[in-house]
Structures are given as structure tokens and as C-alpha cells.
């Protein structure tokens, strides 16, 4: 049966003055699963001179970045849960009356062709910045299919997630595989009621997530290696950051041992057995570079490699909440681009190796 998705009526009642509503404005029921926290924030490693550098960057909306770099210590929001009723989830967004919640870039459909699926209660492991950037989903969403879990076993409820709409290698779907949670991803659905985990607080209930995460990968997949440097290439399905002297910034990681591993050129599953228990990650920054969160040892290095126009530190975040350190090194503008001066590479591995 055709009819009218309710993405039509949101928008009508929008075009006649209705204000949108967030889901937490909506919610019957709200709770906390985990108290925030503030802990010491570590010093980034990297070469003298280059937080000077990061602080003359015009970082924009990117607003948080100088506090992530240079405060003594970040206080980590609570992890909350949300009850909502009577939700249509209708492709990449779920709609209540005046709310309306994004779950990816895509546009929900205008005509509503599929068969509804009806609901009793479910929780919902799915969220915007995952279903956008990948780093974000490992960052992110991960751990919220796990504290999705724990929410839907008390509540003897559904995990369910929206389309993956941007996982054209897969990646996603068999890192939730590799979870092994009962999780199931729908397109079109009808929720008596469902609750909304806001997990980006990165508290002790988060870091317990991330390593139940790092547990159930190590539990399926076993590594080939261990203990080894790895550098990460940006890869055609990201934005293109490459520095101009690319080449020559491979050679100085080659001279030092790095194995190059290009998870757009295997198999998942193979990927991260090459991955398991590295010591040193090294790319551009990106979100393949989340990747390591999953799969490398307790007390990791990431060095994040930048662009000398924008700066970023959500992976400083992410991977100090797990106990790994994270490094950068800024580039410098050039006539096509920018550059990664060598010199300065390899003393930033002296500091690191």
C-alpha cells in the first residue's frame, strides 16, 4: 500500500509554524546509566614549536580543540537515557509528532512504500555522527550497541538500528557482526516506545564499553602480528588529504619499519588481524585511523599526521579514554597543498618508537 511517509506530515506541520522538538524535550522518562566525570587530560606528544603551531590555527567551530589540547582536565559528560513514545523510524530518521531525529545525511523517502514493522519496545544503536563519519562510529556508535544491550536486557526490549547508509566496504555491518549483540537494522518500523542512549560522555561506563568492545573483536579474530608499527593510508573513500610529498613521507616510515596496511584492499576480518596488538599507528589525520581504537594494544600510539588549515582531536579524546596516548605533527602549506617536512617526522618517531 502506498501512502504518505511521516516525514510528509513533520514537514507540513513544520511549514505551518510548528518549532521542531528534540527528542529529549519529548521523552516521558530520563535516567542516567553512568555519572560524568573529570580526569586528568595528558599532554599530547609531539616536537617543540608545534602547539604553538596548533594554537595559531583558526579552528573555527571545531571549538573544542584547544581546551582537548592544552587543558590539565576534561570533564566527561554523564551517559543518559531517554524515553520516547509512539516513533516511526522510516529509513534514516525516526519521527514523533514534532520531533524529528536524524539518523544519517540521507532524505527519508516521501512516499511510504514499505511494510511497517510493529514494535512493542526497542532501543535504538544508531546515531547521526556514526552513520556520517566512520570514525565516529567506531568512536561512537560501538560502544552505544553495547550500552544499547545492557539498556534492552533490562527492559526486555529490542537493539535496533537504522539503514547503514554510508557503508559502502561493509566495515560497519561486520564490526556490529563481530560484536555479537541481536541487533537488528531496520528501514521502516512503528515503536510504542524506544529509548535513546546518548553515549558521548567518555566516563568509566564508556571505557568499559570500548574494552567489551576490544574483548569481543580479540574473542573472533586472532593476530598475525603484535607489537609492531602500522601506518594507515587516507584511501579513496575519504576526502583527499595526501600532503604533496607523499612519496617521500611513505619512504621515512618504510626506513623505520612501519608495515603499510590498506584496509580498503582486504577483507575486515583480515584487516584487523593485521592490525591486532599494534604499538604505533601513523596516518593522515582521518577516521580510518579509528580503526586502532578496536585493535591495538593497551598503551597504544596514534600519531595523527595534520593539515596545517585544520586541526582536529577527536581520536585525542578517544584514545586516551582507553589508556593509549595520542601525538600529531602539523604540515606546512605549500604551493598545491601542503607538505609533512621529513625532518621533522623522524623526530617525532624518535619521541614515539
Given at each position: ?43 599530547p ?20 580543540n ?117 541487533l ?31 574483548r ?61 596488538d ?46 593509549m596516548?595520542w ?27
Amino acid at each position: 500500500m502506498l501512502r504518505l511517509s511521516p516525514a510528509v506530515g513533520y514537514a507540513v506541520r513544520s511549514f505551518g509554524g510548528w518549532r521542531s522538538r528534540h527528542w529529549r524535550q519529548i521523552a516521558i522518562d530520563s535516567w542516567e546509566l553512568a555519572p560524568a566525570e573529570t580526569r586528568e587530560n595528558p599532554a599530547p606528544l609531539c616536537i617543540a614549536g608545534q602547539l604553538d603551531k596548533a594554537r595559531r590555527i583558526d579552528h573555527g567551530w571545531r571549538v573544542n580543540n584547544l581546551r582537548n589540547l592544552l587543558s590539565p582536565t576534561i570533564t566527561h559528560k554523564a551517559t543518559t537515557a531517554h524515553l520516547v513514545q509512539n516513533v516511526d523510524l522510516v529509513g534514516p530518521a525516526l519521527f514523533s509528532g514534532r520531533m524529528h531525529h536524524r539518523l544519517s545525511e540521507q532524505r527519508p523517502a516521501i512516499f511510504d512504500r514499505e511494510p511497517i514493522e510493529r514494535i512493542a519496545s526497542g532501543v535504538l544503536a544508531s546515531g547521526y555522527s556514526g552513520n556520517v563519519w566512520f570514525g565516529h562510529f567506531i568512536g561512537d556508535t560501538c560502544p552505544m550497541c553495547l550500552m544499547a544491550s545492557d539498556v534492552a536486557s533490562a527492559r526486555q526490549a529490542e537493539v535496533v538500528s537504522a539503514p547503514l547508509i554510508t557503508d559502502t566496504l561493509g566495515q560497519r555491518k561486520r564490526y556490529i557482526e563481530l560484536q555479537e549483540i541481536n541487533l537488528r537494522i531496520l528501514s521502516r518500523a512503528h515503536f510504542d516506545e524506544i529509548v535513546i542512549v546518548d553515549p558521548l560522555g567518555q566516563n568509566a561506563y564508556y571505557r568499559s564499553k570500548m574494552d567489551e568492545f576490544r574483548r569481543r573483536i580479540r574473542k573472533n579474530i586472532s593476530p598475525l602480528l603484535g607489537n609492531h608499527n602500522v601506518y594507515l593510508p587516507r584511501g579513496a573513500h575519504g576526502a583527499n588529504r595526501n600532503p604533496t610529498n607523499l612519496a617521500e613521507i611513505e619512504s621515512v616510515l618504510r626506513d623505520y619499519g612501519f608495515y603499510f596496511v590498506e584496509p580498503e584492499r582486504m577483507t575486515l576480518d583480515a584487516f584487523v588481524a593485521l592490525m591486532l596488538d599494534a604499538k604505533l599507528v601513523v596516518g593522515l589525520e582521518g577516521s580510518q585511523l579509528a580503526h586502532m581504537l578496536s585493535t591495538a594494544r593497551a598503551g597504544a600510539i596514534l600519531l595523527t599526521l595534520q593539515q596545517p588549515n585544520v586541526f582536529d582531536t577527536p581520536l585525542k579524546l578517544w584514545t586516551e579514554s582507553i589508556g593509549m596516548r595520542w601525538g600529531f605533527l602539523i604540515g606546512h602549506p605549500s604551493a598545491n597543498g601542503y607538505r609533512i617536512d621529513p625532518d621533522e617526522l623522524r623526530r617525532t618517531l624518535d619521541l614515539v618508537v
